[in-house]
């Protein structure tokens, strides 16, 4: 039986059918029921297996999500109307979302958690910041290879690019970044973060026409949200210098 499974690449079930059998010797199960339960395990060990690879994919720099966020920091925002990007039909009409904002708002937060989400319903996601993205594509080895490397970013379900104006651009990052938004335009859905608005786009990318180009590819189906306030970093190293200053003041009147 072993070897029947392992050809029928039932892997769960080889590894607990033994345990399955011995219940349901001593229980009398019933035959539907037995079959049910294996299967049932089976499929949950898939699913596991199917989430572990999407996220290895995916490549987060790290697991939140929309809960984690908080919105009170950041009255412009609507937690409601981001919820909605965690809807199958953000990626189904291939819309597109832009961040813009100071570092340390919570744009790459915002864009993880909703990646995370989509993912979990079984959609391909993947995340790479835009200088990363770049790097890829000009070590690629000739047209055939820069096409290997933009094959996994033009068919994800979703697309985020993050960071995008962070770092002086390369005169290449123009081009590429518009075949990439071009390609998946009203096809697949997109995310952007930057901490540039539209309107200096075109000096990132030294091409006012490139960066209106773009800007119109993501806004025709998309919404534009800019993040204001005070980073979160420096937020909490600010409580935590505060923290530490009332416990020296303490000791020091302590002693």
């Given at each position: 039986?072993?070897?029947?499974?392992?050809?029928l690449?039932?892997?769960?079930?080889?590894?607990?059918?033994?345990?399955?059998l011995d219940?349901?010797?001593e229980t009398t199960m019933?035959?539907?029921?037995f079959?049910?339960?294996?299967?049932q395990?089976?499929?949950?060990a898939r699913?596991?297996?199917?989430?572990?690879r999407?996220?290895?994919?995916?490549?987060?720099?790290f697991?939140k999500?929309?809960?984690d966020?908080?919105?009170r920091?950041?009255?412009?925002l609507n937690?409601?109307?981001?919820l909605?990007?965690?809807?199958?039909?953000?990626?189904?009409?291939?819309?597109?979302?832009?961040?813009v904002g100071p570092?340390g708002?919570?744009?790459t937060h915002l864009s993880?958690a909703?990646?995370l989400?989509?993912?979990?319903?079984?959609?391909?996601?993947r995340?790479t910041?835009?200088?990363?993205?770049l790097t890829?594509?000009l070590r690629?080895p000739?047209l055939d290879?820069?096409a290997k490397?933009?094959?996994?970013?033009?068919a994800?379900d979703l697309?985020?690019?993050?960071?995008?104006?962070?770092?002086?651009a390369d005169?290449?990052l123009?081009p590429?970044?518009?075949?990439?938004i071009?390609?998946r335009?009203?096809?697949k859905?997109t995310i952007?973060t930057?901490?540039k608005s539209?309107?200096?786009w075109?000096?990132?990318?030294?091409d006012s026409?490139?960066?209106?180009?773009?800007?119109?590819?993501?806004?025709?189906h998309?919404?534009v949200y800019?993040l204001?306030?005070?980073s979160y970093?420096?937020?909490g190293?600010?409580?935590?210098?505060?923290?530490?200053?009332d416990?020296?003041?303490t000791?020091?009147?302590?002693?």
């Open positions: 039986m072993h070897q029947m499974l392992t050809q690449k039932l892997a769960r079930i080889r590894e607990i059918h033994q345990e399955w219940r349901a010797a019933p035959y539907a029921d079959l049910q339960g294996l299967l395990e089976e499929l949950l699913e596991e297996n199917q989430l572990r999407r996220l290895k994919e995916a490549a987060f720099p697991e999500t929309l809960d966020f908080d919105f920091l950041r009255p412009e937690r409601q109307v981001f909605r990007y965690c809807e199958d039909r953000f990626l189904t009409q291939g819309r597109s979302l832009v961040l570092t708002v919570g744009k993880v909703i990646g989400a989509l993912l979990k319903r079984g959609y391909p996601v995340f910041t835009v200088q990363a993205l890829r594509v690629a000739g290879g820069r490397v933009l094959k996994p970013y033009h994800s697309l985020i690019l993050d960071e995008f104006g962070y770092l002086p005169p290449d123009g590429i970044l518009y075949e990439v071009a390609t335009y009203e096809k859905a952007i930057s901490n539209l309107t200096e075109g000096r990132v990318l030294h026409a490139l960066a209106a180009a773009l800007a119109d590819r993501l806004l025709h998309g919404e800019y204001k306030g005070d970093r420096l937020r190293k600010a409580r935590a210098t505060e923290a530490g200053a416990v020296l003041e000791a020091e009147k302590g002693g």
